[in-house]
C-alpha cells in the first residue's frame, strides 16, 4: 500500500499509474440500502489513478483498476480463490459518485474507491493487466 504502480510506455516514462491509498477490511457500507455481501466481507480499497496525453487503451490495454471482477483473491496459503470479488452486493455497498471508474482514459484523474466482496480477509488482492506476465498484490490485513 502507498506504493506507485504503472505502465511504462516505450521511452521508459509512466503513462499511467495508480496508487492504493487505505485498505479498509469488512467495511461498514455507507449506503444504508445496501445488500449483505454475497461472499461473506465486504473490503473497500482507495486508488488514486492517472493517465498522460501518451496513454493509449488501444496500445497499452484498458486502466481497468476500478473494476471489482478483474482482480482475484489469493489465500494466505498461496491459492486463488475460484470466485469474483466483485457482486451485486458491493456495487450496492457505496454510491456511484464514491466509486472509481471501471476505466481510465487518457488524460484523466481519479480519487474514489472499490469495493469487493471476498470469503475471507486472510488473503491478498491481485491484479494483473492483460497481456502482462506480472501483476500487484495488496494484503488486506
Known sequence: MGDEAGITGEDGKDVAD???TNIIPD????????EQPEHGHFVELDINATTTEKYDPD???SLDVGT?????LIHKD?????GMPG???AES??????KLPGSLNQNA???????????SLDGTLYYSRMGEGHGWEYPLQ
Open 59 to 61: 496500445e497499452y490495454g
Open 87 to 89: 457482486s451485486p452486493a
Open 68 to 72: 471489482a471482477y478483474r482482480w482475484q
Open 93 to 98: 455497498c457505496m454510491a456511484e459518485t464514491d
Open 78 to 82: 498461496g491459492t486463488q480463490w475460484n
Open 18 to 20: 495508480w496508487t492504493v
Open 27 to 34: 467495511l461498514t457500507c455507507p449506503n444504508p440500502e445496501h
Open 109 to 119: 484523474k481519479a480519487q474514489d474507491k472499490v469495493i469487493f466482496d471476498v470469503p
